[in-house]
């Protein structure tokens, strides 16, 4: 696809991926319509994002709710005329023990990382038909490839939707709507910041332009998928893949320091 002059919708866009997401793609001449929750904060992404011939807007809304997502497409419409690109960006997370975490939080991850995706591609879909030259496009998470202890939540929602974005790309696989689904390793962002893990325990992080860049990359060669963290990544997916076992040992040793390390990791 070639980026230049395309309509595009980023959910969550206004800090991390989503914000250098945004970034990359105005630099490629894309028109670009950014979601958040919070006033202040998309008000400031805006303001940094906007330079000379740059086609930006804001819209604050939460994608998590139906009220939310009708306003967040509705807006992104008539701010760019259309729609040719949606990133289902936003997201949250609450690492931790299952029995230990409140089934209000569980519940906040699956709404936010799994419902609102499906529910927004669906919506968003007429507006997709109508371009004839689109793109979605999801942000799973490496721990959708590769389940990681105190993440079976997140693990599983962003499994899930990576499962959807897969059967949605079969589903409309000649219809004008391709769908690329991105898996970024540890990222350096606003919702990593309580995760205390680093590199010793699987989570090295690269910088968000790096993985904006990389999506973007995806996007221009209709990639269906685009996954982070190297060499020692695509090792660990190939041991998951071959000898599980080995994989659960390894766990088994860096679970003690893991769980102290990410037992406050919440971003809701």
């Known amino acids: 696809m070639k980026i230049d002059g395309k309509r595009v919708l980023i959910t969550g866009g206004s800090s991390g991926i989503g914000l250098a997401l945004a970034q990359a793609l105005l630099a490629k001449g894309a028109k670009v319509a950014i979601s958040g929750r919070r006033a202040e904060v998309v008000a400031t992404a805006v303001r940094n994002l906007q330079s000379s011939g740059s086609c930006i807007h804001g819209i604050v809304a939460d994608v998590a709710t139906p009220e939310g997502r009708a306003a967040t497409l509705k807006q992104a419409i008539d701010a760019l005329g259309g729609l040719d690109i949606l990133v289902n960006n936003a997201g949250g997370v609450r690492a931790g023990r299952l029995e230990n975490t409140p089934e209000a939080e569980l519940q906040a991850m699956i709404e936010v ?156």
């Open 113 to 268: 990382d799994l419902v609102a995706p499906i529910l927004l591609t669906r919506a968003a879909l007429p507006a997709l038909r109508a371009s004839g030259d689109a793109v979605i496009v999801n942000i799973a998470s490496g721990i959708a490839l590769v389940g990681a202890p105190f993440y079976a939540t997140y693990a599983a929602t962003k499994a899930g939707l990576a499962r959807f974005g897969e059967a949605m790309r079969r589903e409309l696989k000649g219809e004008g709507i391709h769908v690329l689904t991105a898996y970024p390793g540890g990222t350096d962002t606003p919702m990593m910041k309580s995760n205390r893990a680093g590199p010793e325990l699987g989570f090295a992080r690269e910088p968000a332009s790096a993985v904006a860049d990389a999506i973007v990359a995806g996007i221009e060669e209709n990639a269906f998928e685009v996954i982070r963290g190297g060499e020692t990544r695509a090792q660990m997916i190939a041991l998951n893949r071959d000898n599980p076992a080995a994989v659960d040992e390894r766990f088994l040793g860096l679970k003690p320091a893991l769980e102290e390390a990410v037992k406050d990791h919440s971003a809701l």
